[in-house]
Structures are given as structure tokens and as C-alpha cells.
């Protein structure tokens, strides 16, 4: 963990108007000093928690620890998931991402801009099955520099649409999402969870929205240049054991809309 980074994000959510919160802070295992730092700062503030895990449980079961602390302390009806490379902008963030929920909605996002001033590309993403799979199978051919099979798996995937998925640096899981799940879906490190997340959506009929009425800044791609160095061996290694999984939760929501 970044602890600049982190207090960067905590003080600015801090200066959240016209909304009640408490704010969780997951240090996840890290192994500098961050959790000394962040407890230094932050002891005596009382809408502040730190927790520390005894290992690095990746994006997942990170985010989980946090929110089934805000659901069983606080009874957290919505929980705001944010990147510690995130900074809030807009003092009514909170307050207008919550005033966007409505029925069916399960997972809500906003606008997101980058330190250039640029908004963040829109994410696109293959849902269906067999594209996933065509998706996964580019990505192992790729890693292993077959480029003629990695060409014939993309010419596959040409008949399949990839759909505009919120992105995971920011998203306000709702109550009507707690119907249904206690956290996100645990079995990946990193990468991929928004993916999953979508098609957890879709599996129970609820949908995913995104506002425009604010916005909130990312320094894209810090924290993984902090944990991994950018390297692209890691990050190759970790997208493809995700996307086992995408294929497998993929295949099984294919296989339920067919009979």
C-alpha cells in the first residue's frame, strides 16, 4: 500500500458533505510501514478505521474484509468501494452517487478523470459465451507468442460484442445488491473483477449505471506500478487465472438462458 496515496484519498473523502459515512481503510498485507503511518494519522479520528490483514489478499477478498466490516459494525446499507488512488473532487460525491440509486440497480459508478484532465476510456468487455472463452484463449496464445492462433482467435471474436462495464477504481455496491451477495466474487487475485461483478449482475436480473453529475479523479495504474512494477509477465499471469474464471461463470449463465 501507498500510504501518501491512501491519505491523499482518505482526506478527501473526509470533506464529504451532507451524507453520513465512516470510512475503512484495508490495509491489505502490506509490507512497509503504511498501516503504522495510517494509524498515526487516523487513531483519534472516529469516522476512521484501519484494518490490517496478515497477508495480501488481492482486490477481491481485500474489498470483502472491508465491506463485511462496514455491514457488520455499521450496517452499512451502501458501501462506496475506492482505489487508494482515487481522490474526491465534488463534496457532494457521496451524496449524489447515493440520490442516483433506484430499483434494479445493484452496482453504480460515475465519471472518472485522470490527472491530465482526460476522462478515463470507457471499458469494454466480452460477457458472452463462447467469446469468452475465444477472449481467454487470445490471451493465453498471446502470452506464449503464438501469434498465428492468437489471430485466429481473434478473427472468432469478431462475432461477439464487447459491453461498456463500470470501472473498479469506483463502485457504490447498493442495498438491492446486498439481496443477493455479501462482497465480490473471491476467487481472483487481481484483474478481472469488474468482469465478474457484471456478469454477478446479470446472473440475478439487476443492472450496473453509471452518473454523470460528478466525477472523481484517478491517478491510473500507480498502484500497480507501487505493487508490481508494471510488469508485464505478473500482469499477463494474473489476467489469465482471472479470466479462467470469467469463461467458467460465462459458460454458466450461457448454459442457464439456454434451458
Known sequence: MNFAET?????????????????????????????MHLNKKYRYNSLITIVHTNKNYGFAKGNNV????????????YVLLLNSD????DKLYLKKMIDADERGIGV?????????????????????????LYRYLSLWAAKSGWDE???????KLKSFKPIRIL????????????????GLYDRTF?????????????KVGIKEKEIDNTYLIHKAGQSSRILY??????REKLTLKSYKYIVWESFKLFKKEIF
Open 149 to 155: 492462433a492468437e489471430k485466429c482467435f481473434q478473427r
Open 66 to 77: 472491508g465491506i463485511s466490516y462496514a455491514r457488520r459494525r455499521y450496517n452499512a446499507e
Open 108 to 132: 453504480i459508478g460515475s465519471k472518472i478523470y485522470l490527472l491530465n484532465g482526460k476522462e478515463q476510456s470507457n471499458y469494454y468487455e466480452y460477457f458472452d459465451f463462447p467469446g469468452t
Open 190 to 202: 487481481l484483474y478481472g473483477e469488474e468482469i465478474l461483478l457484471f456478469l454477478a449482475c446479470k
Open 229 to 234: 512494477s508494471n510488469r508485464n509477465s505478473i
Open 167 to 182: 470501472h473498479g477504481c469506483v463502485l457504490l455496491l447498493t442495498p438491492e445488491f446486498f439481496n443477493y451477495y455479501a
Open 7 to 35: 491519505i491523499q484519498c482518505v482526506d478527501s473523502v473526509l470533506g464529504q458533505r451532507e451524507c453520513n459515512f465512516h470510512i475503512i481503510v484495508v490495509d491489505n498485507g502490506s509490507d512497509n510501514e503504511s498501516f
Open 86 to 89: 482515487t481522490v474526491l473532487c
